[in-house]
């Protein structure tokens, strides 16, 4: 399912982070060498990330100072909302959801322009969550996704949802 199609007309979100301490956004992502040109974006990153080289599969990663969660960006030519959302559910211990169900739980967010389908899943019976971005940037597939325990997740909610609001692309 295209991004494009569902990202705007979701209305439905999770409001995770609400209340949260907020942390000033005071650097850009890739201001190291040639970075931001190979990774193709820039976004403003909070003072207490890191930004590592990626490996793999990885673009990019990023440490968030004091926590376990592990956040990365990954690009590829194919999307597709329901299948993404439903492994990184199974990667937690989460039954399959219908495409409904999942649509109904996307909060829509923008970077650069581009509608972003965002999720929230956290299964508290085993301390597991995932924060993931899904953003159809042209024939590109952007997926942001932060994954740790539940507190973890739920504190830098707001930080994480900042960030890829600001994604600006090359």
């Known amino acids: 399912m295209k991004m ?10 999770l409001g995770g982070g609400c209340g949260e301490e907020q942390v000033p956004l005071v ?11 190979r990774r193709g974006f820039e976004a403003d ?5 890191k930004e590592l080289p990626g490996q793999g599969m990885r673009v990019v990663s990023y440490q968030i100072e004091g926590t376990e969660i592990d956040f990365y960006a990954i690009k590829l030519g194919m ?16 039954a399959e959801a219908s495409a409904e169900a999942i649509a109904a739980r996307v909060k829509p967010l923008t970077a650069s322009g581009v509608p972003v389908a965002y999720v929230e899943l ?7 969550g995932i924060l993931a971005a ?3 940037e042209a024939s590109t597939y952007w997926y942001f996704t932060a994954k ?15 960030f890829i609001n600001s994604i600006r692309f090359k």
Not at 4 to 13: C, N
Not at 79 to 93: E, F, M, Y
């Open 4 to 13: 494009r199609l569902i990202g705007a007309g979701l209305l439905i979100g």
């Open 79 to 94: 999307g597709d909302l329901t299948s993404n959302v439903n492994r990184w559910r199974g990667q937690i211990g989460l």
């Open 45 to 49: 990153v909070p003072a207490s990330w």
């Open 27 to 37: 650097r850009e992502a890739g201001k190291l060498g040639e970075a931001p040109l």
């Open 122 to 128: 956290y299964n508290p019976d085993v301390d597991k």
């Open 134 to 136: 899904i953003i159809d």
């Open 148 to 162: 740790g325990s539940v507190s973890e997740l739920r504190a830098h909610s707001a930080d994480i949802q900042r």
